[in-house]
């Protein structure tokens, strides 16, 4: 082999991990045939394909069985990693003490709370802004507490939920002041992710490489949120939707067109697909 098809196959990508919503996704929840068909070519070709995503597991669920997919997956913006059959390969918990301390910082700041722990997702109502649409968007709904005090040994994520955007960035501010100690990130313009440190998409670049021996190199990444960009300094190849922000653009290796548009099958079938030879 010459050195420049050694160099072409150090780069080949053999593993593609990819957001959901947004992403994956159409803004209807909807997995086209496109995509769907553009998922099985990569996985007959040999490439290994997951999806990455702030929902919980029993939330991906469905798109797991209908991709058949085979590599972990990463669930909590990687606060929790499972295998197809959604047993856990490792998890990330937030402490206790830093829980109840981001609960308090975003009551403070007028954020609604939603609490993930074990398997669960937690409100203290139902309808407030946006539970009804996750619900169906998870497809499954959340358990209604009075509080929050007896579920902090095992929070995975503490979501934060705002339409309204001053109020969520001087949240965000006030959370970061927290440090190293939590990661927190915006997987949607009104949800706000906070995570243990070590639960983010940068992560889950470096733990799916241990885990499927695939050299960083070989992973391409794409998403559209500003929380996919760590995942997109830590692979070979990254690419951005048409619907992500100009920062979140300017980060890519690559843009492609919206999730309107069967972005994520366009980027797959020219960025991924192109590099077998």
């Not at 070519?41 to 490439?47: E, K, L, M, S, V």
């Not at 609960?103 to 937690?122: F, M, N, P, Q, R």
Request: charged share 20%; glycine share 6%; with cysteine.
């Amino acid at each position: 082999m010459n050195a420049a098809r050694r160099a072409d196959k150090a780069h080949e990508v053999r593993l593609v991990v990819a957001d959901v919503d947004g992403t994956l996704l159409t803004p209807d929840k909807i997995l086209t045939p496109r995509a769907r068909a553009s998922v099985r070519t990569i996985i007959d070709a040999g490439i290994a394909f997951t999806i990455t995503s702030g929902r919980p597991p029993r939330g991906m669920k469905m798109l797991i069985d209908d991709l058949d997919l085979r590599s972990p997956v990463t669930a909590f913006n990687g606060g929790l990693v499972v295998r197809p059959n959604l047993s856990i390969v490792s998890e990330h918990l937030v402490a206790r003490t830093l829980a109840q301390a981001v609960i308090d910082i975003l009551k403070d700041g007028k954020l609604d709370v939603w609490v993930y722990a074990g398997s669960e997702w937690y409100v203290t109502s139902p309808h407030r802004p946006h539970v009804a649409q996750e619900e169906w968007t998870v497809r499954f709904p959340p358990t209604v507490v009075s509080t929050y005090d007896g579920l902090l040994d095992r929070v995975v994520k503490i979501v934060g939920v705002s339409d309204d955007a001053p109020t969520m960035t001087r949240c965000i501010a006030n959370v970061r002041k927290l440090g190293e100690l939590v990661s927190a990130a915006q997987s949607q313009p009104y949800y706000l992710d906070i995570t243990h440190p070590r639960a983010n998409k940068g992560e889950v670049v470096d733990v799916l490489s241990a885990l499927l021996a695939i050299p960083h190199a070989q992973i391409a990444t794409i998403g559209d949120m500003p929380n996919d960009v760590l995942m997109f300094q830590r692979s070979g190849l990254s690419i951005a939707m048409g619907n992500a922000s100009a920062e979140v653009q300017g980060a890519a290796t690559h843009v492609t067109t919206s999730n309107t548009e069967d972005g994520f099958a366009l980027a797959m079938e020219r960025y991924v697909l192109g590099t077998r030879t």
